[in-house]
């Protein structure tokens, strides 16, 4: 089992709908996880981190973690072609090892 | 202040040259990374420092040297490599907080091409 999973996608969605990307993870002691949102050719940037169970909001960000189940998501509200990237979900996996998986492609059309 | 500088921004090396890229920041993260990406691919953790410690090398071919001269700094020391090893290498730095909470951040990015 990979560390940290996501499903690479496409995911695509129309102009102002709500984009849902997931993450699951394997290690249950981890305790900070991260959104990055990265543009071809140009390196991550970090959107989101979620230490704590339930959801937190930024924008028209909102992740989700569930230590429980082990996954992490990140909603965006209204999505504009300008999201259209690729989302990766990192997590620190062990004292100070930062994984990433595999990231998911959003596109977002008109 | 949450910024991760690399140099260079580009590189071109020769299977046969010797090179350096830097990293530096000035946040008082005490564990810093390089990862690699190439093209479609997430990145790939490399080496971790804790402390200017090495505490992690994921099985990095010899021809990448890390190395961390003080808390603020990370180079990554290349030397004879292959085409293959053209990617996008990434630094980032990082900071455990109360009840392991850790935020990290990451540098532009060097591209280095291997010819």
């Known amino acids: 089992q990979k560390e940290v999973e996501q499903n690479s996608g496409p995911l695509s969605v129309p102009e102002g709908a709500i984009a849902s990307l997931n993450c699951t993870y394997s290690?249950?002691?981890?305790?900070?996880f991260f959104w990055y949102r990265q543009y071809s050719g140009k390196s991550p940037e970090l959107i989101m981190f979620?230490?704590?169970?339930g959801d937190k909001e930024d924008g028209r960000f909102t992740a989700q973690l569930n230590k429980a189940s082990q996954y992490v998501s990140l909603l965006i509200r209204d999505s504009q072609p300008s999201d259209s990237a690729t989302y990766l979900c990192?997590?620190?996996?062990?004292?100070?090892?930062?994984?990433f998986g595999t990231g998911t492609r959003l596109q977002v059309f008109p | 202040d949450t910024e991760v500088t690399q140099t260079p921004k580009h590189l071109v090396m020769g299977m046969t040259n010797k090179k350096s890229l830097k990293c530096e920041q000035h946040?008082?993260?005490?564990?810093m990374y390089w990862y690699k990406q190439k093209a479609k691919k997430p990145p790939e953790l490399m080496f971790v420092?804790?402390?200017?410690?090495?505490?992690i090398n994921e099985s990095v071919p010899s021809r990448f040297s890390p190395e961390c001269p003080n808390s603020s700094l990370l180079n990554l020391h290349l030397h004879a490599l292959q085409p293959e090893d053209s990617a996008l290498y990434l630094c980032?730095?990082?900071?455990?907080?109360?009840?392991?909470?850790?935020?990290?951040?990451f540098g532009q990015g060097t591209r280095l091409t291997v010819v």
């Open positions: 980032a730095s990082s900071h455990r907080g109360r009840e392991g909470r850790t935020e990290a951040f």
């Open positions: 290690d249950r002691g981890s305790q900070s």
């Open positions: 979620i230490y704590s169970n």
């Open positions: 990192a997590v620190i996996v062990k004292t100070d090892k930062l994984i």
């Open positions: 946040m008082g993260h005490r564990a």
């Open positions: 420092y804790s402390y200017e410690k090495l505490s």
